[in-house]
C-alpha cells in the first residue's frame, strides 16, 4: 500500500513565487500612474471647512491654487500668527494675486485658458475680509470661475 | 573559442526590485481628489457703467446675512442655519404666491413647456469678520435648498434624482440645461460694503 505511504522527508511545501513580480509590478503600475506629485509644499495650515454639495474638480491642469492659512507653527516666528496668502512656494500678499493668475494663466492651451478654475483653499478659521479681498482681485483678473476647497461631510 | 551556453539571467531580484519602486511610489502618491463648491464670480463693472441693481425689486431679493459674531440674519431676522434651507426653498417656490416672496414669470423650456420660473435672487452679504467656515456652511445650505428644488422636478417629471444624470450624455445633458433654467442657482455674492458698528 506504497499508495498510502507518508512523504516524511519533505518539510512544508514552497509556494511558488514565480508570479509574484508579475503581481508587484501589477501594483507598482497602478501606483505610478494613479500618482500626483505634490508640486508645492505648504506653509500654511490648513483645516478646511466640510459641505455636502461638493463636487469634484476636474481637470487638474486649469486649476491654479490660492491658499490661506495661519502660517506654520515653524514659521510663526517670522511671519506670525495672521492668516496669510501662499501661492506656490511663497508667502504673497493680494496685490501679487494679479500677477500670479496671469503667468498660470500663460502656462495654459490657448483654447483652456477660459475654463481655467481658481481652487481656494482657504482654513475654515479664517476672517471673511481676506477672503473678500482675494475675490475682488480675482474679479479683477478675470479669473471668474472659482471653486471653494472643501471637504465631503457626512451626515447620518 | 568555445561556445559557451546562453545562460538566463537571473530573475530572482525582479521582486526586490520592483517592491523598491512600488514603495517608492506608495510613499510619495497623494490619493486625495480636490473637491469643493464652484461658484462663478460677477465680472468686474467697467468704470462709467450705472449700476442696474435698482431693477430688482426688493420682494425679489432674499437677504442673507453673517454678521461677525457669525449670527445668520434672513430679511433681516435672526435665523437658526437648520432653518435656512426650509426658507430658500420657499422663498424661490413660493408655492402660495405670497406677496413677500419671490416673482414668477411664465417662460417656455424645453421639457417642462411654460412653466413658472423665480424671478427671486438670493443675495448672501457677509462682514469682514465672518468665518470662513460658517460663510461655507451657509453657501453649502443655498445650494442644498437649489439642489433639493432640482431633485424634487426631475423626480416629478423623469422619476430620476437630478444629480443622478449624466451630463456626458447628450439625452441626459439637454435635461439639465432645462432644469437649470427652471430652477436657476441665483445666488450673489454681494460686493463687500462698508457695514459700520465694529
Do not use: C, H, W
Amino acid at each position: 500500500m506504497s499508495r498510502f505511504k507518508r512523504k516524511t522527508e519533505k518539510g512544508v511545501q514552497k509556494i511558488n513565487t514565480a508570479s509574484l513580480p508579475d503581481i508587484i509590478f501589477m501594483l507598482l503600475f497602478f501606483f505610478m500612474v494613479t500618482t500626483v506629485m505634490r508640486e508645492t509644499s505648504l506653509k500654511v495650515k490648513i483645516n478646511s471647512p466640510t459641505a455636502t454639495e461638493i463636487k469634484k474638480l476636474e481637470k487638474k491642469s486649469l486649476v491654479s491654487f490660492i491658499y490661506v492659512g495661519q502660517p506654520l507653527p515653524s514659521l510663526q516666528k517670522i511671519y506670525g500668527t495672521e492668516p496669510r496668502i501662499q501661492l506656490n512656494d511663497v508667502f504673497a500678499t493680494t496685490a501679487d494675486i494679479r500677477d500670479f493668475i496671469s503667468s498660470e494663466r500663460e502656462q495654459m492651451d490657448e483654447l483652456e485658458q477660459k475654463q481655467m478654475t481658481v481652487s481656494l483653499k482657504i482654513d475654515k478659521d479664517t476672517k471673511m475680509g481676506i477672503v473678500t479681498d482675494i475675490k475682488q482681485e480675482l474679479r479683477k483678473a478675470s479669473a471668474l470661475k472659482i471653486n471653494y476647497s472643501s471637504r465631503k461631510k457626512y451626515t447620518e | 573559442m568555445a561556445r559557451r551556453e546562453l545562460s538566463e539571467i537571473n530573475a530572482g531580484s525582479m521582486a526586490d526590485i520592483a517592491f523598491l519602486l512600488l514603495i517608492f511610489f506608495l510613499v510619495a502618491t497623494t490619493m486625495d481628489i480636490d473637491t469643493g463648491l464652484s461658484r462663478l464670480l460677477p465680472p468686474m463693472p467697467e468704470e462709467d457703467q450705472q449700476d442696474d441693481q435698482s431693477e430688482i425689486r426688493e420682494r425679489n431679493v432674499f437677504v442673507v446675512l453673517i454678521n461677525k459674531d457669525d449670527q445668520l440674519f434672513v430679511e433681516k431676522e435672526v435665523v437658526d442655519i437648520s432653518e435656512l434651507k426650509e426658507l430658500t426653498k420657499e422663498f424661490i417656490m413660493n408655492p402660495q404666491n405670497k406677496s413677500n416672496l419671490s416673482e414668477k414669470r411664465v417662460d417656455y423650456v424645453d421639457f417642462f413647456g411654460e412653466v413658472d420660473i423665480s424671478k427671486g435672487v438670493i443675495s448672501l452679504q457677509n462682514d469682514i469678520g465672518t468665518s470662513y467656515g460658517k460663510y461655507i456652511e451657509v453657501q453649502n445650505e443655498l445650494a442644498a435648498a437649489v439642489n433639493e428644488l432640482r431633485n424634487e422636478l426631475t423626480m416629478q417629471k423623469f422619476g430620476r434624482k437630478f444629480e443622478d444624470l449624466d451630463p456626458l450624455k447628450p439625452s441626459e445633458s439637454d435635461i439639465i440645461e432645462a432644469v437649470k433654467k427652471v430652477i436657476p442657482m441665483a445666488i450673489s455674492e454681494a460686493e463687500p460694503k462698508k457695514i459700520g458698528g465694529n
